[in-house]
């Protein structure tokens, strides 16, 4: 094989070296496109395309977020006065959350309009109809996408699904762990994993709080749990 490759290596560096040598080549590689030409340029053509395309589709995608920003403006202060329900279905000029997701929701705005959906109904409620919003939303902020989670864990919980509200707990905990919220999210996965009677998986969550967080408003409470499962054991 280390033959092959050296004989390859010469024979480039002559092509390279030797004028005719490379004035041959040149040859073949027109005669190559000559014969071959239409395929050439219809791949050619097809790249072009695709690449166009995708300029297109990301400047549609940002005018149509703009437009979403502004469209979704009024939505955001009526939720902020706690009328939800102009917040989420609108007031017959301005568009709710709802309308947003419908109308614009591949962009960053209609994502974010689901979180605040997902908000209102469990504000209201109603968990059953705040979860598919919540799951349809995305994000990499430190707060927003731990607090879906934490959410759809809560939501988990009112309809008595603990090994789903454990599930969703333990990944809001994990997902880029700070001592702000994790010890909150890891207290509520230990009283999820309790309610499946999992004394083991909740003992675990509260000593990772009294490992990890001792400063933590939950560090007292999780010792307390912690003790209260080690004295059934």
Do not use: C, W
Not at 25 to 36: D, G, N, P, R, Y
Not at 114 to 142: C, R, W
């Amino acid at each position: 094989m280390a033959k092959k490759g050296k004989k390859k290596d010469h024979q480039s560096a002559e092509i390279i070296e030797n004028p005719e040598a490379l004035a041959s080549e040149i040859v073949k590689t027109e005669e190559f496109l000559e014969k071959h030409k239409v395929a050439v340029f219809s791949v050619i053509g097809v790249v072009a395309l695709i690449i166009t395309g995708m300029f297109l589709y990301k400047y549609y995608i940002d005018t149509q977020n703009e437009l979403a920003q502004n469209e979704m403006f009024q939505a955001v202060y009526y939720f902020e006065q706690d009328s939800l329900d102009l917040a989420l279905r609108g007031d017959g000029n301005q568009y709710g959350f709802l309308d947003i997701i419908e109308e614009y929701g591949a962009t960053e705005t209609g994502n974010l309009a689901n979180l605040y959906a997902g908000t209102i109904y469990m504000q209201k409620g109603n968990y059953s109809s705040a979860v598919p919003f919540l799951e349809d939303f995305s994000s990499s902020d430190l707060m927003l996408q731990a607090r879906a989670y934490s959410m759809l864990g809560d939501a988990s919980m009112e309809s008595e699904d603990y090994a789903a509200a454990a599930k969703y707990f333990v990944k809001a905990a994990d997902y880029k762990s700070n001592e702000y919220f994790t010890p909150t999210y890891l207290m509520k996965a230990g009283l999820a994993y309790e309610l499946m009677n999992d004394y083991d998986k909740a003992a675990a969550q509260y000593s990772t709080i009294i490992d990890k967080y001792k400063k933590s408003g939950e560090y007292d409470k999780a010792r307390k749990y912690k003790a209260r499962i080690d004295a059934q054991s």
